[in-house]
């Protein structure tokens, strides 16, 4: 029987592996799910990261076996979304007003391109979910094992096993916070400034269970 | 006010070391093909028109940028639509790069090579538009 106590999830198919580093904070609600690649073959070097102390990671594991690790506790806020895209302009809803305003940043002259990108995130993030993507403040991260190949711009196909996992794990999440997978659970890749494919084919597998070659 | 002095000229000179350094190690570099290239599903692609880099820059970038791991890039990396693509020859070997506008930068052959980089401090005194 699976359990969530102090924000951990607790089963036998989860190792607790609470890395302090990467907690930033208290979440006040959360609502929504954010799923990513760590562009790794091996959990290893993730797990070493927040070993020695680096402060930006994600809630969750899943290794290439489908080993689910728990590495924050969802009562806390992880660092793991980046710098958000503008919601209401990539869904084609904003009101003239706020079109202006995110156009006026990405614009500005005499910044650099990242500076650009910074500010116009700074802007979203003060806007409450789901007028913008998921932030840190708001959502749970789960990280799943798998390499990103530039040659091909896509990420390693992920393991029956770990496509199994995370399955579960993000069921687990949602009936806790009362989500819907269909539309709380986002592909990291489709919210921030990331690689476009980074989490598709996993989010496309809760959705439709397969994974496309 | 000697030490103010001195503290201007340093960060005067930082700048200009690092342009040196990165014209001494650009040399051994040959940017053999480069192109333009824009991720068109995103609103704000039109920011691409005035993204430029030269062959120049390029091979100045992977002189200055930080080569870092896995995690790190994942973590820092900015990937905008507006991106510049091609091969280059480093000491006699061929490889596939790749910069974004945000700063972050691959150089791989197939799934062999695959490194990546990121555009920091002595890359930013060169080439700010990357930071």
Not at chain 1, 23 to 30: D, F
Not at chain 2, 90 to 113: D, M, N, P, Q, T
Request: glycine share 6%; charged share 25%.
């Amino acid at each position: 029987m699976t359990k969530i106590e102090d924000g951990k999830i607790i089963d036998p198919r989860v190792a607790i592996q609470i890395h302090s580093s990467i907690e930033r904070g208290n979440i006040k609600k959360v609502s929504s799910i954010v799923l990513h690649r760590t562009d790794s073959t091996t959990a290893t070097g993730t797990l070493n990261a927040y070993a020695n102390g680096k402060r930006s990671g994600a809630h969750f594991l899943i290794d290439k076996s489908g080993h689910v690790y728990q590495t924050a506790s969802m009562l806390k806020m992880c660092w793991h979304v980046g710098i958000l895209l503008p919601r209401c302009q990539i869904e084609k809803n904003c009101d003239p007003k706020e079109l202006k305003t995110i156009t006026a940043l990405i614009h500005e002259e005499g910044l650099s391109f990242g500076r650009r990108a910074r500010n116009l995130s700074r802007h979203e993030v003060s806007k409450k979910y789901p007028l913008r993507y998921p932030s840190n403040s708001d959502s749970i991260g789960i990280e799943v094992v798998g390499k990103f190949w530039p040659s091909e711009k896509s990420f390693e196909k992920p393991t029956q096993r770990q496509l199994e996992s995370l399955k579960w794990l993000t069921e687990v999440i949602a009936n806790e916070y009362l989500l819907n997978i269909r539309t709380d659970v986002y592909a990291h890749g489709a919210i921030a400034r990331k690689e476009v494919t980074e989490g598709a084919q996993i989010l496309q597998y809760l959705l439709s269970g397969g994974v496309a070659q | 006010m000697k030490k103010n002095i001195v503290t201007v000229i340093l960060f005067m000179l930082v700048p200009c070391l690092s342009a040196c350094q990165a014209g001494q190690h650009s040399k051994s570099m040959d940017v053999i093909t480069i192109a333009s290239t824009t991720d068109k599903y995103l609103p704000d692609h039109e920011i691409c028109r005035s993204f430029s880099l030269t062959r120049e820059d390029v091979a100045i970038y992977f002189s200055v940028a930080e080569e870092v791991d896995e995690y790190e890039f994942n973590k820092d990396a900015i990937i905008l639509p507006c991106k510049y693509r091609g091969t280059i020859d480093i000491r006699g070997e061929i490889f596939h790069w790749e910069i974004s506008a945000g700063g972050a930068g691959y150089l791989y052959r197939g799934k062999g090579v695959n490194k990546r980089y990121l555009c920091k401090k002595n890359c930013c005194a060169v080439l700010p538009n990357l930071c």
